[in-house]
C-alpha cells in the first residue's frame, strides 16, 4: 500500500489554505464540509470566496508565512506558484503538519482521494496519483451499485446499536445480530423509504433473536474453473461473509483474492492426485466449524457436484443436522469449452454432451467404452492426463477412429491457458513433449474443428 487511508476528524479544527483562485476555491467548499474551520491565505482572491459562511471561513489578505500555521490540523497548498507551495510544504513538514499541494504529489505528506458522500457513509477512493480517469471510472461503478439510501440505513443501524449492545453482551452476538439484520429485509425497506416499517422490524429481530448456542452454516462454493469474473453473484457474497473458508488446490489464486479478507484460511490441498486432508477429516472439520457457529465457505474448484465431491460432503452435513447451501459454479467443461472456442454441442456436430472421469481406480478406468463411440456426442475426459494413453487407446479399441479430433485445456480459462488440438492416435505424444499439468481437461468430437473459427482467447 502506498498511502495509508484514514478518516480525520476535523469538526472545529483549523485547517489553512494557500491560494485564492478557482482550485484554492474548491478544495476550501471540500474541507468546510468536514466543519473545519478554514483560514485562507492569499494576496487577491476571487469572488467566489464571498460565498463562504463568515464564521467558518477566514479570508487573510497577506502573504504566506509561517504564523499562519500555528495550530493547524491540516494544510493544503494551491496556488499557481511553485516556489509558494514549496515553502508551505517546508514549513508545515518542519511542524509535522499534515500538507497537501495540488498536483505535485513528490510535496505531499498526504493525498486527498475522491469522495463518494452518503454521510455518515463516504467512501474514499485513490489510485494513488497514478490516474485520474481511472479513480472517475471506480467512482462510477460504485455509484451506480451504491443504494442512494446507504446513508439512512447506516444513520438507522446507528440509532439501534445502544439497545443492541444492551440486549447482547457478547460481541459474537451483536456480529449475528448485525449480520442477519443485513440479510432480512430491513435494508430493502430502507432503500424504498419505508423507515417505520424498518424500525419495527428491527425491534421484532432485536425481541425474537437469541444467538444462544447458535450453530453456524455451511456454504458450499463451486470457485469455476479459475477466471474470477466467472464466479457468481451469490458465490462472490457467501465469500465476503463467511468466517473461515476451506479451499482446494484447484481454487485459483484469483479467486481466493475474493475471499474476505479477515477470513481464516485452510488449505486442505484436494487435488484428483492428492489429498493432503483425507476427505472424512475435511467433513469433520466442515461440522466442527460449523458448531463452533462459524460461517464456513466450503470453496471447490468448477462446480462442487461435478466430480467434486460436493454430495459426500453435504451427507455428512445433513446427517449432522448442519445447514448449509450449495452454490453452482462454472464447471471445467464449460469455461474450457467457452475459453478454447470449442462448443459442447453444436446442431451439425453434437446433440449430445458426457462428463466422465479419467480418475484411475487401482490402476484402471471405469469406463462403459462400448456406448461412447457415439460420433454426434462430445465427450469431456476430467482428470485424464495420466490415463490419457489409455483413454485414446480404449476409444480406438472400440471402434472411434484414429483421426477424431480432441482438444487438451490446461489450466482454462486463465492467464496461463494452452490448449493443443489434435487427433487421437497422436495427442498422447503431444501433451507428453509439451509437458501438460493439471489441471487439464480433454474435449473429444468434431466439435473440436471448431476452434480453427471460433477461438477467441488465445
Ligand atoms: C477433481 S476434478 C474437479 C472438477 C470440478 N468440480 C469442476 O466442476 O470443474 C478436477 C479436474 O477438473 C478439470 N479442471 C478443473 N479446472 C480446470 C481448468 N481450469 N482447466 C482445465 N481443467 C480443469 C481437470 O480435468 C481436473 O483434473
Known sequence: MDYFPIFLDLENKKCVIVGGGEVAHRKTKAVLKSGAIVNIISIEFSKKFNDFPEARCFLIKEEFNVKHLTDATLVIAATDSLSVNKKVANEANKLGIP????????????????LIDKSPVIIGISTGGNSPVLTRTIKEIIEINLPSNIGLLAKMMGSWRQRVKERFNSFDMRLKFWEKLMDSEVPQLVFKNKLVLADQKIQEQLRNNSFEDSVGEVYLVGGGPGDPELLTLKALRLMYQCDVVLYDRLVSK????????????????????????????INEMLILLAKEGKKVLRLKGGDPFIFGRGGEEINELAKSNIPFQVVPGVTAASGCGSYAGIPLTHRDYAQSVRFLTGHLKDGKLDIDWKNLNNKQETLVFYMGLLSLPKICEELMKHGMPSSMPIAAIEHGTTHNQRVVSSTLDKISLEVLELELKSPTTFIVGEVVKLRGQLNWYG
Not at 99 to 114: G, H, K, R
Not at 270 to 278: A, G, P
Open 254 to 281: 484469483e479467486v481466493l483474492n475474493k475471499v474476505r479478507p479477515d477470513a481464516e484460511f485452510i488449505s486442505v490441498g484436494k487435488s484428483e492426485s492428492q489429498h493432503t486432508v483425507e476427505q472424512h477429516k
Open 99 to 114: 500538507v497537501n499541494v495540488v498536483d505535485e504529489p513528490s510535496l505531499c505528506s498526504f493525498i486527498m482521494p475522491a
